[in-house]
């Protein structure tokens, strides 16, 4: 990349507390002094690229929205726009580069900025980065201040994603885009559409009109986990106008959309709507209760792979990408056990079981899909009774699926349930809105190393990369959505762009505490959970005492405690390091700062079980 004229100290500042990117970049070297936005600030682009103008449209926007400057953006012939940069220019441009579809080179110095990348991949990244220089709350005066840097920069896996679950719970079109906003933000790329559930079909498919006329709407949501139903009626569906839409968003923000048509389970929904494509032949009710229901598509009528086949033909037309999730888990085999096609099929086809069934069904599918030019990709299921032959697996019963598809060559996406189910509680449960079970703190998400151990030589290639999971049983409005993804989100984003080498935990909250202020720019609900404290506890009966340590997932918290059973407030002691207390103290903490309390107040009471246990 041209050196920038103005750029000239080249020592690296020796603090970079000012910085704070996520993901963390491959290379960031501070230099002295800034670069000032102000008015006259210019972005430039060579004028025979619509893609590149796009990207500085784009840039010019976010660049407003975020300090009150809109530059103007300016034109340049190829030759110029390549050669060094002018005063007070935001230069963008594609180059030949080693950094591969995605990565890209972001020099700012007193004088200008370049931002260089081999593919407009890149250069969104980029221009994602630059956003992070920018200081957070402006008073526009004299100018916006971004500290001089070169960064050197590209993803450590293809695939970063996050699903999303409308099936269960339908979202608007204007949510999605932000959904897919936010990820794009944090460099990650592919947004993964649950379109299909027991409890909802989405996605309207002009064969089979029954799908969004009948199953898209429902009497009644379990809103809690137990008997809690309410009785709002509930639903609605994406036309194709909307998908489409939503795909040239989507590419905008250089985001893949995975959709998602489950089978041969989670689709009672269509079975309501076409109750001959089931094995009894119904009638079917979307069911009040979440849970996996035993009613699937027949695997032995052909009117079946008809009606599949004609969804599958207008999903291939709605998505460009090459990439459609067949779904495949939790399929219950009871049906087709005790149906006469079923076992017919079985027969047939030379099968072993049910389980060669669904191998069958998926691999029936799969040919198809690949006819059409596309590839699949379906739960870690599809390996029972034998994975299609061209198959992508995503491992979410932990690891072991992923492991077992890369052994034998497949690609895979890590997203295990212990790690990657951000529907799951992020903090102590008893101070957290309801969530389906589990307990997934930021730190555990961070913890994650997608490729397993196991794994060797080649093998570890097939290792696509990472997605967090957001399942829309106890999630039902855009708010909690945000909340139950981010700040989570942000440390799948981490794990699928930063090397290993480049984790740090400590230095990961330290740039949280940014990312939060960026999150209320934005206009994200994210949850605070982390700043939640929690215990570490070591008893210690034959003394009757406890070592009692509090714990946050955040960055220096000011944590304060009380022993004597009232809530602490910001004159309440400060927390500086592990409380020796008798059995029966309870321990009551939250974080502060400013004098205001950021998180409910935390709990634990000393009791020596252990030793209750021996007394009796
Ligand atoms: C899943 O959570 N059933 C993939
Ligand atoms: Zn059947």
């Known amino acids: 990349l041209t050196c920038l004229t103005g750029a000239t100290a080249q020592q690296p500042v020796a603090s970079d507390q000012d910085l704070a990117f996520i993901p963390q970049p491959l290379s960031v070297v501070r230099k002295t002094g800034d670069f000032i936005l102000n008015e006259q600030t210019v972005i430039q682009v060579a004028a025979d690229n619509t893609e590149l103008q796009t990207l500085s449209e784009l840039l010019a926007q976010g660049l407003y929205d975020r300090t009150g400057i809109r530059p103007r953006v300016q034109t340049a012939s190829a030759a110029s726009a390549s050669a060094s940069v002018p005063a007070n220019t935001i230069v963008l441009r594609l180059v030949a580069d080693t950094l591969g579809a995605e990565g890209y080179r972001l020099s700012v110095g007193q004088r200008g900025i370049a931002a260089g990348a081999a593919q407009g991949n890149g250069l969104f990244y980029a221009i994602q980065t630059l956003y992070q220089l920018l200081p957070i709350q402006s008073a526009v005066t004299t100018g916006i201040r971004l500290p001089a840097v070169e960064i050197v920069d590209k993803p450590r896996f293809g695939w970063r994603g996050l699903m999303l679950d409308v099936g269960r719970y339908f979202y608007s079109v204007d949510y999605i885009k932000k959904f897919i906003d936010y990820l794009a933000a944090h460099k990650m790329n592919v947004f993964h559409w649950h379109l299909v559930e027991d409890h909802g079909w989405r996605i309207e498919i002009k064969q089979y009109p029954r799908l969004t006329e009948v199953s898209a709407w429902r009497a009644s949501t379990n809103f809690q986990r137990g008997p809690y139903i309410n009785r709002n009626p509930h639903g609605g569906y994406y036309t194709h106008e909307d998908i489409k839409a939503v795909v040239d968003y989507a590419q905008s923000r250089y985001v893949t959309i995975v959709p998602e048509i489950e089978l041969p389970g989670h689709s009672l929904s269509a079975l309501r709507a076409y109750p001959e494509l089931s094995c009894t032949g119904g009638p079917f009710e979307l069911p009040e209760q979440w849970g996996i229901q035993k009613d699937i598509y027949c695997a032995g009528k052909e009117e079946v792979f008809t009606f599949l086949e004609g969804v599958l033909s207008e999903v291939v037309e709605l998505f460009p990408g090459e990439i459609i999730h067949i779904g495949g888990d939790e399929a219950p085999k009871d049906r087709w056990k005790a149906c006469p096609h079923c076992q017919r099929r079985i027969k047939e086809e030379g099968l072993k079981d049910e389980h060669e069934l669904q191998s069958y069904f998926i691999t029936r599918i799969e040919k198809f899909l690949n006819s059409k030019g596309k590839r699949i990709i379906g739960w870690d299921e599809i390996l029972e009774g034998g994975l299609a032959p061209n198959a992508a697996v995503m491992s979410w019963r932990g690891t072991k ?19 990657m189910y951000l529907d799951y ?54 708010e909690k959505a945000d909340y139950m993804t981010y700040p989570r989100a942000a440390a799948v984003a981490e794990i699928g762009w930063s090397l290993p080498d480049k984790k740090d935990w400590n230095d990961f909250t330290r740039r949280l505490e940014t990312q939060y202020l960026r999150y209320d720019q934005m206009g994200i609900n994210y949850s605070r959970s982390a700043y939640q404290v929690y215990f570490e506890v070591k008893d210690d009966p034959a003394n009757n005492r406890s070592t009692v340590t509090l714990k946050t997932d955040a960055y220096q918290p000011e944590i304060r405690y009380t022993l004597d059973g009232s809530d602490p407030g910001p004159d309440a002691s400060r927390y500086t390091g592990p409380l020796e207390v008798p059995e029966y103290t309870t321990v009551r903490a939250a974080t502060f700062r400013d004098g205001k309390r950021l998180t409910p107040v935390s709990a634990w009471t000393v009791v020596h079980f252990e030793s209750n246990n021996q007394s009796k």
Not at 405 to 413: E, F, K, L, Q
Not at 445 to 471: A, C, T
């Open 401 to 419: 699926g992923g492991i077992e598809a890369a052994r034998m060559h497949h690609p895979v996406v890590m997203t295990p349930t212990t790690h």
């Open 425 to 478: 509680f992020q903090g102590e449960p008893y101070l957290e809105p309801s969530a389906i079970g589990g307990h997934l703190p930021l730190r555990k998400v961070y913890s994650f190393e997608p490729i397993p151990d196991e794994l060797v030589g080649k093998e570890r290639e097939f290792i696509l990369g990472v997605q967090g999971n957001v399942w829309g049983e106890y999630i039902h409005s855009p």
